[in-house]
C-alpha cells in the first residue's frame, strides 16, 4: 500500500507529534510505501496575521503543493493527523480532487472547540459542542485568551462546517477513545465515518524495574495539565514520596517555586525522550492529573510499557484507559488530597503494585504494542478507501471549485 501522512507539527513537541513518527515508522516497518508532508508552527512567526487567517481557513499553498505530491506519488490513501493551522482543510479537497481516500486522526477536539479541550476558567465547558459557528469561544477569547485569534478559529470552523468539509470530504475518522468518538457524533460528524483505535507505539521500550523511591509526572506545565492540583497534592506529601516532574511549559516558574529544599519536588525541566523512559521505568507509578477531556496521552502507552501503573484523574477517556485498581489508580479531577490519599495509599503497598506492575505490561502487550497496533491502522485504511470508492460512484466529489 502506498500511503502519504501528513502534519502541522507544533511549537513544542508534545503526544501528537510522538504518534505521528509511531505510525509511520510502523508503516514502514511493515512494507508500506510512506510518503510524507510536512509544516511546522514555528512558521507562523513568518507569516503576518492577515496571511495566517487566511492560511487557516483556506491554504492554497498546501493545496498546491500537496496536489503535486499526490500526483507524483499517487497513494491510496492520504493520513493527516494535525492540519492546523497552515496545512487546513484545504488538503482534504487536493486529495479527494485525485480520488485519495482520506483519514483524519482526532488527535484534539478542535473541530467541536476553539481551545481544543473544552476547558474555560479551569473548568469543563462545552458551549461551542454542536454549533456551526461556535460563537461562545469568541466571546470567551477561548483560543489563546485572544477574541481576535479565537474568532479566526471559528471563522474556519464555521466555513467548513457550511461547506461540508467535515462530512463529505474526510471518508473515516479515527477517534482515540469511545469517549472521543462519541464527542465527535454528538458534534456532528457521521457515526459511521467514525471508528476507535487508540495509540500505540511502534518500539517497545522494555519492562522497568519500579525500584526508584519517587512518583514522575512527564509532560506539558499548563493549567489544563492540573499542575496546580499536582503542586497542592504534593505539598503534603513530598516528605513520603518524593515527585519528579520532567517538562515545560506556561507554569515552569510556579513549578520551579514549589520545588524547594526538603519539599520532595525536584523538577527536571524538559528532558531527551529516552531519559524519560529511563525515569518511567524506575518510577512507582506516573501521575496524570489533568482537569480537562484527556483524548488519549501517549504518556499512558509508554508507561504502560514500562510497566508503570497509572495514578490519573477520572475525567474525560482516562477511565476507558485506565482500569482502576488493575492498571492504576483514578481519584476525583480537580481533588488534590483524592490525589495524595491514593498515591500514598498505592506507594505504600507494594504487593498491590507488582500486581499493577504486571497488569499495566500485559495492557501494553494486548492494545498498545507494535503487533496490536498496526491490525485496526490497516483496517482503517481498508474502510477509507472502501468508503472513498464508494463516494466516487454514487455522487460528485465536490462542489467546491477549486484552481
Not at 159 to 171: A, F, I, K, S, Y
Amino acid at each position: 500500500m502506498k500511503v502519504l501522512v501528513a502534519h502541522n507539527a507544533y511549537q513544542r513537541t508534545g503526544g501528537e507529534d510522538a504518534v505521528f513518527r509511531n505510525e509511520t515508522q510502523l508503516l514502514r516497518e511493515h512494507g508500506h510505501e510512506v510518503f510524507e508532508y510536512h509544516d511546522d508552527n514555528r512558521r507562523i512567526s513568518e507569516l503576518g496575521k492577515v496571511r495566517l487567517g487566511i492560511e487557516t481557513l483556506w491554504s492554497r499553498s498546501s493545496y498546491e503543493k500537496l496536489s503535486a505530491l499526490l500526483a507524483d506519488c499517487r497513494p491510496d490513501v492520504a493520513h493527516f493527523h494535525n492540519t492546523f493551522p497552515l496545512i487546513s482543510p484545504s488538503a482534504y479537497y487536493a486529495a479527494r480532487k485525485r480520488g485519495v481516500a482520506v483519514v483524519q486522526t482526532l488527535h484534539n477536539f478542535r473541530l467541536l472547540c476553539p481551545n481544543a479541550i473544552f476547558l474555560r476558567n479551569g473548568r469543563v465547558c462545552e458551549d461551542c459542542l454542536g454549533k456551526t459557528v461556535p460563537f461562545p469561544g469568541v466571546v470567551h477569547g477561548c483560543y489563546r485568551g485572544s477574541r481576535i485569534n479565537s474568532a479566526g478559529v471559528a471563522a474556519m470552523l464555521g466555513m467548513h462546517r457550511v461547506l461540508g468539509t467535515w462530512n463529505n470530504q474526510v471518508d473515516l475518522y479515527i477517534a482515540l477513545s469511545e469517549f472521543s468518538r462519541n464527542k465527535f457524533i454528538q458534534g456532528g460528524l457521521p457515526a459511521e465515518k467514525v471508528m476507535v483505535k487508540p495509540n500505540g507505539l511502534a518500539e517497545d521500550p522494555g519492562q522497568g524495574s519500579g525500584d526508584g523511591n519517587f512518583a514522575l509526572y512527564a509532560g506539558r506545565l499548563s493549567p489544563e495539565k492540573g499542575i496546580a492540583v499536582l503542586l497542592s497534592a504534593w505539598n503534603k506529601i513530598g516528605l513520603e514520596l518524593p515527585l519528579k516532574i520532567a517538562g515545560d511549559g506556561p507554569q515552569s516558574e510556579e513549578v520551579r517555586q514549589a520545588c524547594q529544599p526538603r519539599t520532595g519536588l525536584e523538577w527536571l525541566g524538559a528532558l531527551p525522550h529516552p531519559e524519560v523512559l529511563s525515569l518511567m521505568k524506575r518510577a512507582r507509578f506516573i501521575v496524570i492529573p489533568s482537569i480537562c477531556y484527556e483524548n488519549f496521552p501517549a504518556v499512558v502507552v509508554e508507561a504502560f510499557a514500562t510497566g508503570t501503573p497509572v495514578v490519573a484523574s477520572n475525567i474525560g477517556a482516562l477511565p476507558s484507559i485506565v482500569d482502576d485498581g488493575r492498571t492504576g489508580m483514578l481519584f476525583g479531577p480537580g481533588d488534590a488530597s483524592d490525589l495524595g490519599a491514593k498515591a500514598l495509599a498505592l506507594a505504600s503497598d507494594p504487593d498491590r503494585l507488582a500486581t499493577m506492575r504486571r497488569q499495566s505490561r500485559i495492557e501494553f502487550e494486548k492494545r498498545y504494542s507494535p503487533s496490536a497496533s498496526y491490525p485496526p491502522l490497516i483496517e482503517a485504511y481498508g474502510r477509507a478507501i472502501r468508503a472513498a470508492r464508494s463516494s466516487a460512484l454514487n455522487k460528485p466529489v465536490s462542489s467546491l471549485t477549486v484552481s
